[in-house]
């Protein structure tokens, strides 16, 4: 007998326990890692993200908005991405890619000063272009 697409790679009916309480365990700890990529992973780090960049409160919100809404802009496309791929690439690909934004978000403000020297441009402007930058990347791939 032939094995069906739905068998691969292993034959759900074969597996020791019922395979939906896998799928409940796996998909809750999916979304508990994408927390940072969320307003309430974000809030966290309001105040030091202040301190660290000299921004105001408002500055800051409307960088995180601005990225919000850029990111929104690409999702078509990264769903478009996901259907040709699969989503076990998928998931492996946003959550290395994650990992990679917070990382570079963990020094945004050595990052702004770097950029504000090499192009001599104000510090408070390349402190929203690369927060707002990271905050696109972040939830983008959050």
């Known amino acids: 007998m032939a094995r069906r697409a739905v068998d691969t790679p292993f034959a759900p009916a074969r597996f020791p326990v019922f395979y939906g309480w896998a799928i409940v365990v796996f998909g809750t700890v999916g979304v508990l890692m994408s927390v ?3 307003t309430m ?3 966290v780090f309001t105040d030091s ?7 105001s409160r408002d500055q800051l919100s409307m960088a995180y908005m ?7 802009c690409l999702l078509p496309y990264a769903g478009k991405l996901y259907d040709r791929l699969g989503s076990r690439a998928m998931a492996v690909i946003a959550s ?7 990382i570079a978000l963990s020094r945004s403000d050595v990052l702004a000063r770097y950029v504000s020297g090499r192009l001599g441009i104000a510090a408070p402007i390349t402190a929203y ?3 707002m930058l990271g905050f696109f990347a972040l939830r983008f791939w959050g």
């Open 41 to 43: 992973g974000v809030s």
């Open 66 to 72: 601005c990225g919000t809404l850029g990111s929104a």
């Open 36 to 38: 940072p990529g969320q």
């Open 129 to 131: 272009a690369v927060i």
């Open 96 to 102: 290395l890619s994650l990992a990679l934004v917070l």
């Open 49 to 55: 993200l202040l301190g660290a960049l000299g921004l």
